[in-house]
């Protein structure tokens, strides 16, 4: 079986400039087709801004005439202690994924999209509750309860911890950079800069984000797997696009360091074929290590999928095509890794590669039903969406056909619908399975509209196939033997010709460069936003001494995360 993936630009060149003009990418088929989803857009969007508490963000599901039930071991101890006597008067707003940030940046999406005020309206009111219960340290909890507006006046002093992961910190500093974007209001900026500060002060000297920020002398006197470097539900990851997006809005070269940081500590520790994947987290010689009792020194397939996402859009913001060329093998890892079409397991054992899945006892199960409950064993985890945009299918195979001497996905060339998207904290689940989690129809369950409606936003104006230049043949192109379980695949997999190489810091593939640029410019394109980004020309060095270097990619504007 051999993988051959297309390249993605048709009949671009480093001499073209792009401008407002050029049509969006059509994802939804039809203008029918078009209009049914803007249509179930708006529906998921009108329910969602009813649903807002009063005084700002979202809340968890919960029964008619019950309080929101909490998740996290600080605050289920204060209701444990507060409720009995009648002091548990806070409301409970849900930060983590989907959550309050991310509904706040659809419905920013969606004004965007249709003009309707009251979208932008919902969006301010939970920015404006972000401002108002902001840590002291900058950053924000995974849940927060709040009374009249504020943070409850014991949170701060009793519990106060800062969490990175589930795109709680960094979720919220974009939606705060969002508004400030959209809407002008300094408190917006000054909110989102102290975030920012936290980043930056919470990155390790790898370049890569702990699970939890923690002051220096916690992290020395009483150190824990929270502080790993860590990948597990998105805390690197979400930390560099937050930084790409600072650095975008803000101007700010600083920024734009750091998520190169971070992405160079990517580039480091993915693992070698045939498992070019990620772990979970890594010790300090960016070795897989354990976490929870649960959460094995593995391969995940969910967090390498945040990673490939991640240098992506580290690439397409930077113009440097060594990010695209990184995740050439963890895409075939991933193509030969599902335990059947559409589906992966979440961990993979080092070694074999075989599933890995851990019971209640905190001992290995051989299938996910006899899994630990509560937990993500199984999913599509996005990967389908990602293969899509590269062009290619969930068995890592390329399917294109050639248009103006390039070879296009055909999803592109018939317009079909992309595999559906998921963000942060949206597992999905396999094919044939009975939808579970946020799949599940729930009219009145805030954080499956808000994964609803990123999902359609996501088919209306998809992400540009960033990277796919890279995935093309002769640089990769390999022989699988017949598929097998993922125990088997180990040593299964053969290179015929050249394997990719390691990338090389500076090297640029060209047709890869023309690609960014003319990806950046379809998605301002769909976002109706001004174009105009262009490679320079070869320009001579100021030291005089006739060298010759090629200018990086520029664009007045990074490309929308």
Known sequence: MLLVVAAVAAGVSSSTMCSAHEPAPATVGTSDGR?????????ALDRLVTLERAGGGWAAASAAGTRPQPSTAPLKLAERLAAPFGLARWDLVVLRSPGTPAAGLVLLDGYRLTGRAAYLAAAARAGDLLVAIQLP????FSEVPVEGGALAPWFATTVGRTTLDDDVTPGATRLLLALWETTGETRYRAAAE???????????????????WHPHWQRVLWPTSEDLATLN?????????????????????????????????????????????????????????????????????????????ALVTLAAATGDARYCAAIV?????????????????????????????????????????????????????????LFARLGIDAEGEGHGREVGGLSVPVVLVHHRPLP???????????????????????????????????ALLAALHPEPPVCAAALRAPTMERTVTTRQTPAAIHGNVYFKGKASEPPRRGSVDASAERLLKSSICGRRAALQTRCAARVGSPQRLPDGRGRRRRSRLRSDRVAAL
């Open 35 to 43: 209009e049914r989803a803007t249509r179930e857009l708006e529906a």
């Open 137 to 140: 340290s900058g950053g924000w």
């Open 194 to 212: 102290r975030a920012l500060a936290l980043l930056l002060r919470a990155q390790l000297p790898s370049g890569a984000f702990p699970l939890k």
């Open 233 to 309: 539900d998105g805390a690197t990851t979400q930390a560099l696009t937050t930084l790409l997006a600072g650095s975008r809005t803000l101007g700010r070269a600083d920024l734009l360091a750091a998520a190169r940081r971070a992405g160079e500590w990517l580039v480091q520790v993915r693992g070698a074929l045939p498992q070019a994947g990620w772990a979970q987290q890594y010790d300090g010689a960016d070795r897989p290590a354990p976490a929870r009792r649960f959460e094995p020194a593995a391969l995940a397939s969910w967090e390498s999928r945040y990673a490939i996402d």
């Open 329 to 385: 093998d963890a895409i075939h890892w991933l193509a030969h890794s599902a335990i059947r079409r559409g589906c992966w397991a979440r961990f993979y054992a080092l070694g074999t590669n075989a599933p890995l899945y851990v019971g209640p006892d905190d001992r290995p199960v051989d299938t996910p039903g006899a899994a630990r409950p509560g937990y993500d064993w199984t999913g599509d985890y996005g990967i389908p969406a």
């Open 420 to 454: 559906t998207d998921r963000i942060p904290g949206d597992a999905g689940h396999c094919p044939g399975a009975h939808p579970q989690g946020y799949d599940r129809y729930a009219p009145d369950d805030p954080r499956a509209l808000v994964t609803h409606a990123a």
